[in-house]
């Protein structure tokens, strides 16, 4: 048994005992997918930047970003 298998079997162990990885980077990432577009509801994380909310609502709907996200406040005005 290499030292990779032994580390892996410590992190097993530990996550067991720890009753699983509850916040996991993956779970946070979902929890933070707040920005929804109003007309066809694909989300994108929080911290999402102003001009790629520009490129979808005009790629995908034409439309502008008041129409698609009302209400929107970007975290980062740049």
């Given at each position: 048994m290499g030292n990779g298998a032994k580390a892996q079997m410590k992190r097993e162990r530990n996550s067991k005992n720890a009753g699983g990885n509850k916040n996991s980077q993956l779970e946070v990432n979902k929890k933070a997918m707040n920005v929804i577009c109003q007309?066809?509801?694909?989300?994108?994380?929080?911290?999402?930047?102003?001009?790629?909310l520009?490129?979808?609502?005009?790629?995908?709907?034409?439309?502008s970003v008041?129409?698609?996200f009302p209400g929107f406040e970007p975290i980062h005005k740049k």
């Open positions: 007309v066809c509801r694909t989300s994108f994380l929080c911290t999402i930047s102003i001009k790629a520009e490129e979808h609502c005009e790629n995908k709907h034409g439309k008041k129409e698609c």
